[in-house]
């Protein structure tokens, strides 16, 4: 079982930055594939970037490409959202999803995530 615990949501301005973290109690994501969705009210989840653990491989949702960056911390077993240049769209819930994932596919759906966080809540302001 893996339990994920998001963090670093908050309220920014438009252009600024924020920076999420999720992190894995009860196991490594060795082996593993994380990804970011998110769900702003009114609107289904969707994808927002993911990353495989042991190849690094990654993908983003072409709405972030350029403004958004995924990685992995070893040392904490921590994958980051670096969220920059965020725009009020950008407003949802941010969620970790993981599973796990032994080739270098880099999963971007839902039904591909068997483990999900609670979420972590991301405003930008206009």
């Known amino acids: 079982q893996v339990q994920l615990v998001e963090s670093g949501g908050g309220l920014v301005q438009a252009g600024g930055s924020l920076r999420l973290s999720c992190a894995a109690s009860?196991?490594?994501?060795?082996?593993?594939?994380v990804g970011w969705f998110r769900q702003a009210p009114g609107k289904d989840r969707e994808f927002v970037a993911a990353?495989?653990?042991?190849?690094?491989?990654?993908d983003y949702a072409d709405s972030v490409k350029g403004r958004f960056a995924i990685s992995r911390d070893t040392a904490k077993n921590t994958v980051s959202l670096a969220m920059n240049s965020l725009k009020p769209e950008d407003t949802a819930v941010y969620y970790c999803?993981?599973?796990?994932?032994?080739?270098?596919?880099?999963?971007?759906?839902?039904?591909?995530?068997?483990?999900w966080g609670q979420g972590t809540q991301v405003t930008v302001s206009s």
């Open positions: 999803a993981a599973d796990r994932r032994t080739l270098g596919y880099v999963p971007t759906r839902e039904y591909e995530y068997n483990y």
């Open positions: 990353i495989n653990w042991n190849f690094g491989s990654t």
């Open positions: 009860g196991r490594t994501f060795s082996s593993y594939a």
